[in-house]
């Protein structure tokens, strides 16, 4: 990666699905602002034991760490505060998965009620597998431009073969980085269990798929796993 994963901004225009923007300039310009948001909502005054990696109890996701961001709907112009924070598990290594910890609508006049269909539809999934591919990726974006990626070996990879058999990791220059691409590939075409589906497509055991994601993981290019959650 060319910028380690703690100094990356949690949130950029670029993470939002089409149809919602950034204010610009952002409301909440600063991380004071931020600060004072979590102070009214008494946030500063909980600490929750959660294991950080050395196994310490001392309240490692307790919300010091926590970001809010301001997010508008184009259409509706219903505004979302979105408060992000890096999650650690213990046994993980040091570079937390993003997730949204949590959101406050506000409709585009105060007294206006807020539309339930946009309850039910704003997209926090994909803001955050968006916010946590760009901060994992090898490359710092996933993006081909004109149908091609050059990878950290300098081969130059085509967008069509992302989704071919993977081949032998000791005899492929790049492996765990293909693994993170198709791995990506697959999440973003709404694959419920993308390893499996990976396994189906290299002809390998599932454990195999595994193994190769669980090292793409190590190595920084895919966001950590998720409990409970296939793929």
Known sequence: ?????????LLVPEDLPAGWV????PVIASSADSVAIDAALKYDKRTYPTPGPDGNLGGYNDGRDGRW???EHIQSHTRVLLRLQRQYLMHQEPMGEVRITGIVYLPELAGDPVASPMLRNLPTSRI?????????????????????????????LHSSEVMQPLGNPKRIADFYEVVALQHTRLVDDGETNPTAKMAEISRVPLSTAQGWVARARSKGLLPPGRRGRAG
Do not use: K
């Open 1 to 9: 990666m060319s910028q380690d994963v703690e100094d990356m901004p």
């Open 22 to 25: 950034m204010p610009d300039p």
């Open 69 to 71: 961001f301001l997010i």
């Open 128 to 156: 955050e597998a968006a916010i946590n591919r760009r901060q994992f990726t090898v490359t710092g974006a996933t993006r081909f431009e004109g149908g091609t990626l050059t990878m950290p070996s300098g081969r130059i």
